[in-house]
């Protein structure tokens, strides 16, 4: 690993359980809005982390750059700013390129290089490949991070971005100035690991291409989950559940096409009991989901926010064995682990519910086509 | 005759004051050990006949009858060591290949016994299957990887055929022969009832046992013993025997004296004509073989069945496995060298093969790397003892567990290992009619349910502390499992860490 923190092992080296805070907001109409409301909220749950590890997602913060890929990298060293720049030539074609602008703060310390990047996949290259262009830009940054020491890419996606750090996530909004950012959609984490390498990389949102994941919990399939997605060309070198989870959505949504009603059905299958007693035309069609993608099956504790392009999917373990608080006001949706931390931001909202155990909350923007929440197949020489 | 060189190596303790001579030992005993001793009015016995099966212990209404070691001892050696002595002057005596039965008494290395199994503590609960549901249902079969919906978007159910297990354990191969009838119907009883598998072995199945059909798996092996379309299509899914554990790489042989008219007629063999399979199929010399008998067994049922094709665990089990998972089989099958058998040479039993730990280990493995995991099913035998067996063989990375050893204990098998005699005394492995039927078929179903309903209790109590509650979340989830006491090669083939990692 880089030569940056050499006492304690990088999150990678060793599997390290969190507990966690997370929340989430989105606007249907589209209209974007500051991390303001984010950071209000998460900070209400201050004690659920330890300020070891905090992050943001955001969603429609770069309309003027929507078509191309922003990718988010942490360097520890000038000379893994070179490597890595060397390979994003040879693969991009770079639109656009600076350091992300913080703020120092006294809370925020031992800042890697933060640089953002806006690229596109390099035609002759990516129709060499034989891949589609998604498919490139996930293979070439899951090896960037596997094989680029001291790089790391904490963000691949479209008209989205992640923004994280060590710290608490109030301090890390600051730090990264989220207040002169603009979505439509926001998830926050505030992370308390029960071990720490105190790395960035660490931190959450997880994200891969626009799929970004903030989760609470300790799932208990954990290995029998990486075992199986590490088939697929995925490299799971964090070892944390959000890491694997957001594999297995971008594997089941964008490349196996199933929609996220159906992607819920095989993380949070519902047992065989409650299956039996659908209607036949329904149950078979549950059982097929949870036998034929049953190494996904998700055990233990989790409630999760995936932020895609054009929504936001909250979803909690079969048991609701962690808190997950699901609230409404007009054109808002709001989504967080604990009440207050909505109602700090919206008291008098129009409904506010706790969905159920492995049910699905799946928030779209008004404007999305039917079925375009869905993932598409790719050509089966690509898989 | 010579000089008899072997001393009984037990000895049987009667104690006379507890003796009534109601002479239950001496009918018991197909062996022949006891007679009433008219003169001294006293039981009496020739410990030379024993096998120490129990029997006659277990009958006695006094408990008089212990069965113990003999003391007497050769000259102590820990190079040439009592039963290496014995078993020169047994060939030299008979220039024959010595026999043996049921799964190898040597002291090799256990792995089950060298790992620990994970539970919960503060950062995630623990499951209480007494209030939560706790799942142990699996499903063998291929998995499809490729997913069709119809005009409206609606996902078309495309498996090919999948076996339910409500317990994740089936019954291995045991056939009609090497076994009885009656230990055969407690098996077929028992399976439907838990809502598993039991296996015909490779002896054809008896007409009686057809309406068990749906929890039956037909196995067609080297000799092709009773197999006709009607059989092939009365199981619930077909495995073909390429080799089993105790004796990798050599066939069977069932004698004449076994071949009464129910196994002549079950097995489509002349009455009392021995039953010899080879050892290898003939018309399998390689994968590629092996391929078109998996297919043509697929046409003769028209797709309906899964295909298991069951092997020994050998040096190079992964690359033949992985031959395998290419092959069309939707299941593999391994068999573990502890695993039992009616009748093996016992070299071979005792040192051809590998554990099924690490068969098991490195197939699961190297499947994934090769990304065909999902192309099939893992089940594994060879000696399978308990619940927590189980658990450590699913967290390594198999679908479902074999067991036969275990059954048969359940059914009152007491291991003495001379299944090869045919006189097995508590009527399971003996065509006697006589020995048969002192095994009740509901007795015998019955205790095999509690055993499978204990064990799945334990499992559900294992998987609960470990706050996984399907089954399906344990299978390769080896960061369950720790290492006890192994080395580095071994935690690397095994893919787990040390206790204390």
Redesign the interface.
């Known amino acids: 690993m880089d030569g940056y923190h050499q006492r304690m092992p990088l999150e990678g080296e060793v599997r390290i359980p969190s507990g966690c805070a997370i929340s989430g907001i989105i606007d249907r109409s589209g209209k974007r809005f500051s991390a303001r409301e984010a950071i209000t909220s998460i900070s209400v749950m201050h004690d659920r982390s330890n300020g070891l590890g905090g992050g943001f997602a955001g969603y429609g913060i770069y309309p003027e750059y929507k078509d191309y890929t922003a990718l988010h990298i942490f360097y520890y060293s000038s000379e893994a700013k070179r490597t890595c720049e060397e390979f994003l030539e040879e693969h991009f074609d770079l639109i656009n390129l600076s350091k992300i602008p913080t703020k120092k703060h006294p809370a925020i310390t031992d800042v890697p290089l933060i640089w953002r990047y806006f690229v596109t996949a390099l035609p002759t290259k990516l129709s060499f490949s034989q891949l589609d262009e998604d498919e490139y830009t996930a293979r070439c940054v899951i090896r960037i991070n596997r094989e680029i020491e001291g790089a790391y890419v904490f963000s691949s996606g479209k008209d989205m971005g992640v923004f994280k750090a060590v710290g608490f996530p109030e301090d890390v909004g600051e730090f990264y100035m989220l207040d002169e950012y603009e979505g439509y959609s926001w998830t926050v984490h505030g992370r308390y690991p029960t071990n720490t390498p105190g790395w960035w990389g660490g931190s959450h949102p997880f994200s891969l291409l626009s799929y970004s994941v903030v989760h609470n919990g300790e799932i208990s399939s954990y290995d029998a989950n990486r075992r199986h997605i590490e088939m697929y060309g995925y490299s799971c070198t964090l070892q944390t559940d959000t890491e694997v989870i957001t594999y297995m959505i971008d594997y089941l949504h964008r490349r196996m096409g199933l929609t996220l009603e159906e992607v819920s059905h095989v993380l949070a299958a519902p047992f065989w009991s409650t299956i039996e007693q659908k209607e036949p035309k329904e149950r078979e069609e549950y059982s097929y989901l949870r036998n034929t993608f049953a190494s996904m099956l998700i055990t233990g504790p989790f409630s999760i926010i995936l932020g895609f392009n054009g929504g936001l999917m909250a979803l909690n373990d079969r048991l609701k064995l962690r808190s997950l608080v699901a609230a409404e006001k007009g054109d808002r949706v709001y989504l967080a682990s604990e009440e207050a931390a909505i109602r700090v931001i919206e008291p008098d909202p129009d409904r506010l519910w706790y969905p159920s155990g492995g049910k699905a909350v799946i928030v779209t923007l008004d404007s999305m086509q039917e079925g375009e929440a869905h993932g598409h197949q790719l050509p089966v020489s690509a898989l | 005759m010579g000089i008899n060189y072997l001393y009984p190596p037990f000895e049987i303790m009667r104690n006379q004051d507890r003796c009534i001579t109601c002479r239950v030992c001496e009918r018991q005993c197909a062996n022949l050990v006891h007679h009433y001793d008219e003169d001294k009015k006293r039981m009496t016995a020739d410990e030379s006949l024993c096998v120490n099966c129990h029997r006659c212990v277990s009958l006695c209404p006094t408990r008089a009858l212990k069965i113990v070691k003999t003391d007497h001892i050769f000259k102590e050696n820990a190079n040439w060591k009592s039963e290496v002595i014995e078993d020169i002057y047994r060939q030299a005596g008979t220039g024959g290949v010595l026999l043996a039965s049921m799964g190898t008494p040597k002291d090799y290395p256990v792995y089950w016994d060298k790992m620990l199994i994970n539970a919960?503590q503060v950062?995630?609960?623990s499951?209480d299957p007494l209030r939560?549901?706790m799942?142990t249902?699996?499903?063998l079969g291929r998995?499809?990887s490729?997913?069709s919906r119809d005009a409206e978007?609606?996902?078309i159910?495309n498996?090919s055929g999948?076996l339910k297990l409500d317990i994740p354990i089936m019954f291995s191969a045991m056939s009609y022969g090497s076994i009885s009838y009656n230990a055969h119907k407690s098996l077929a009883m028992a399976a439907s009832e838990l809502g598993t598998f039991y296996n015909t072995g490779e002896g054809g199945l008896h007409k009686d046992f057809y309406h068990y059909g749906k929890n039956t798996i037909v196995q067609v092996a080297s000799g092709r013993f009773g197999v006709h379309p009607e059989y092939l299509n009365a199981g619930a899914a077909i495995e073909i025997k390429m080799g089993q554990g105790a004796k990798p790489g050599i066939g069977g042989h069932l004698p004449g004296s076994k071949i009464g008219e129910d196994i002549s007629a079950t097995r489509m063999i002349p009455l009392h004509a021995d039953a010899i399979s080879p050892a290898p199929h003939h018309d399998i010399y390689s994968i590629e073989d092996l391929r078109q008998l998996v297919y043509a067994l697929k046409e003769a049922t028209r797709y309906t069945k899964p295909v298991i094709v069951k092997v020994a665990a050998v040096h190079n089990i992964s690359a033949i496995a992985s031959g395998i998972a290419r092959s069309g089989a939707d299941i593999i099958a391994i068999d573990g060298f502890r695993g039992g058998t009616g009748a093996a040479p016992a070299r071979i039993r005792d040192n051809v093969g590998i554990p099924i730990e690490l068969a098991l280990a490195s197939v699961d493995q190297r499947l994934?790397q090769e990304?065909i995991?999902?192309n099939v099913s893992l089940v594994v035998g060879g000696s399978i003892r308990s619940s927590s067996d189980v658990i450590k063989a699913i967290a390594l990375?198999a679908d479902a567990i074999y067991i036969a050893t275990s059954a048969l204990i359940a059914l009152g098998c007491h291991l003495c290992r001379t299944c090869h005699s045919g006189k097995c005394n508590w009527g399971i492995a003996t065509q006697n009619p006589e020995l048969v039927k002192r095994l009740n078929p509901e007795v015998g179903s019955n205790h095999l349910v509690n055993l499978l309903t204990a064990w799945n209790h334990e499992i559900k109590e294992m998987m609960g502390g470990?706050?996984?509650?399907?089954i399906?979340?344990?299978?390769?989830?080896?960061?369950?499992l720790r290492g006890i006491g192994l080395n580095e090669t071994e935690l690397k083939i095994l893919g787990i860490a040390h206790a204390g990692q």
């Open positions: 919960s950062t995630n609960p499951i939560e549901p799942e249902r699996t499903y998995k499809s490729k997913i978007g609606r996902i159910p498996s999948q994934r990304g995991r999902g990375g470990m706050g996984i509650n399907s399906e979340a344990l299978r390769g989830n080896r960061l369950m």
